[in-house]
T-cell receptor, first 116, second 112 residues
Framework: AQKVTQAQTEISVVEKEDVTLDCVYETRDTTYYLFWYKQPPSGELVFLIRRNSFDEQNEISGRYSWNFQKSTSSFNFTITASQVVDSAVYFCALIPEETSGSRLTFGEGTQLTVNP | DTGVSQNPRHKITKRGQNVTFRCDPISEHNRLYWYRQTLGQGPEFLTYFQNEAQLEKSRLLSDRFSAERPKGSFSTLEIQRTEQGDSAMYLC??????????FGSGTQLSVL
């Protein structure tokens, strides 16, 4: 069974601050995929990133960056120079490789509030 | 790419009634998933289809729940004899293989 833990329930920052959202996962599978999704107040889950367990390179996309560390089973997400529009609930999720199952397991989410 | 479409957006029903939700996935996607999300929680997996075959069901999916995906296109999720505990957001997602899952906006169910 898989488990994803997002220990930070709520984070509040002031605009332009950097913020890191933590994600720790558990799985017995050797091959798996990790995801981050954003859920704004409208409710639709918006895909942000997908990372293969064999690819530990950090990734940067604009103001977003992700730090994947297999040794600590963590996949943290950093927003640089946060903006009010970043306010949302952010979910980390894991899905095992094809042969081990198909369900995407989500963490409980981190509510990020960016204040002007 | 028109996205994943779910109908209705909101459904209010009385306890004991049956409800049915519909999901239209992205046309070329072979995988379709149903999730349930309650307030303050992450989405929980309910069931998964690959084409028309229902390959996996969660223990959350009691015998009052049934899902279909005829001809591997749209899917329906039916809840019979609804209970207040069924109140939640029901999310549908589709994907091509294990590429990113695209989610719909969900159907918010309220059971009175």
């Amino acid at each position: 069974a898989q488990k994803v833990t997002q220990a930070q329930t709520e984070i509040s920052v002031v605009e332009k601050e950097d913020v890191t959202l933590d994600c720790v996962y558990e799985t017995r599978d050797t091959t798996y995929y990790l995801f981050w999704y954003k859920q704004p107040p409208s409710g639709e889950l918006v895909f942000l990133i997908r990372r293969n367990s064999f690819d530990e390179q950090n990734e940067i996309s604009g103001r977003y960056s992700w730090n994947f560390q297999k040794s600590t089973s963590s996949f943290n997400f950093t927003i640089t120079a946060s903006q009010v529009v970043d306010s949302a609930v952010y979910f980390c999720a894991l899905i095992p490789e094809e042969t081990s199952g198909s369900r995407l397991t989500f963490g409980e989410g981190t509510q990020l509030t960016v204040n002007p | 790419d028109t996205g994943v479409s779910q109908n209705p957006r909101h459904k209010i029903t009385k306890r004991g009634q049956n409800v049915t939700f519909r999901c239209d996935p992205i046309s070329e996607h072979n995988r379709l998933y149903w999730y349930r999300q309650t307030l303050g929680q992450g989405p929980e997996f309910l069931t998964y289809f690959q084409n028309e075959a229902q390959l996996e069901k969660s223990r959350l999916l009691s015998d009052r729940f049934s899902a279909e995906r005829p001809k591997g296109s749209f899917s329906t999720l039916e809840i019979q004899r609804t209970e207040q505990g069924d109140s939640a957001m029901y999310l549908c997602a589709s994907s091509l293989g294990l590429e990113k899952l695209f989610f719909g906006s969900g159907t918010q169910l309220s059971v009175l």
